[in-house]
């Protein structure tokens, strides 16, 4: 049972929060007696959060567009007058494939969705998050955002990337209160560890059993990680709990120390 009262009431933004791990964020920050609000490019998965959280905020935007992540802020200062914790979740998997293969379209939307779009709502966020209360960032990296990942450089990259941005910030942002961590999750069971798997099996042509077996197997404890687990982490970053906590990679992958 989560103990710690200092959520409630907060004003929360998750992007991406319509399904995977933003909406299991969404759910462990409400459950936390904060007022949540989520955006995503997914309407009809918009329109099943506002059914399963009274009250949650939603906004259909693209992360990565300026104009949508204007809006997007302007919709939360209606709704919310305000802003205390930014959880930048947004993220795609990218292109599958050796580096030779990759167009430069999958390489830079890769990027725009995974780095550009923490930009863009970090940018937006802060002057709010200045007036906030006990404010904090979380940005979403990944265990490839501190290893190498073959055959989805372009998205490793982009997680090394967000590594660098949030340390960055961390030391711009300090003085202000405004605290700044990464969470780096390993393999997440789920929806998309399945496409990703099925993806690098078609691309290596390997069994998908055999791929399947390389990514559990690939942390020490011997299986992949939940949603749970990730907005637990991201619960307990965002509360006065982890009020000294700044500007942190934490790490919850199970211990993975290579990809496969
Ligand atoms: N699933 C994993 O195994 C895993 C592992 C490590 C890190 N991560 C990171 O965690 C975050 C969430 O991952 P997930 O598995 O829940 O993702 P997901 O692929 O399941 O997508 C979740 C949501 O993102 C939305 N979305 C996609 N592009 C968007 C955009 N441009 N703007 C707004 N919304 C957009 C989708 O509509 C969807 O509702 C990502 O940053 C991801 O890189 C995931």
């Not at 929060?17 to 918009?46: P, T």
């Not at 405004?178 to 789920?190: E, H, K, Q, S, Y």
């Not at 055999?210 to 619960?235: C, F, K, N, P, W």
């Amino acid at each position: 049972m989560w103990k710690d009262e200092s959520l409630a009431g907060k004003r929360v933004l998750v992007t991406a929060g319509a399904s995977g791990i933003g909406l299991e964020i969404a759910r462990a920050l409400a459950e936390a007696g904060a007022r949540v609000a989520v955006c995503d490019v997914a309407g009809d998965g918009l329109e099943r959060v506002c059914a399963e959280l009274p009250g949650v905020v939603a906004v259909r935007a693209d992360v990565s567009k300026e104009s949508d992540v204007e809006a997007l802020f302007q919709a939360l200062d209606q709704a919310f007058g305000g802003l205390d914790v930014l959880v930048n979740n947004a993220g795609v998997a990218g292109p599958t494939g050796g580096v030779e293969t990759l167009s430069l379209a999958d390489w830079e939307r890769t990027l725009a969705v995974n780095i550009t779009g923490q930009f863009l709502c970090a940018r937006a966020a802060v002057p709010r998050l200045r007036q906030g209360r006990s404010p904090s960032i979380v940005n979403l990296s990944s265990a490839a955002g501190h290893l190498g990942m073959p055959g989805r450089s372009a998205y490793s990259a982009s997680k090394w990337a967000v590594v660098g941005f949030t340390k960055s910030l961390a030391l711009e942002l300090g003085a202000d209160g405004i605290r700044v961590n990464t969470v780096l999750p390993g393999a997440v069971d789920g929806p998309r560890i399945r496409a990703v798997i099925a993806a690098k099996a078609e691309s290596l042509g390997k069994p998908l059993e055999e791929v399947t077996r390389d990514y559990t197997s690939q942390a020490a404890l011997g299986r992949m990680v939940t949603m749970r687990d990730i907005a637990d982490m991201v619960r307990f970053l965002c509360s006065d709990q982890a009020a000294s906590v700044h500007g942190q990679e934490m790490v919850v992958d199970g211990l993975t120390q290579a990809l496969s």
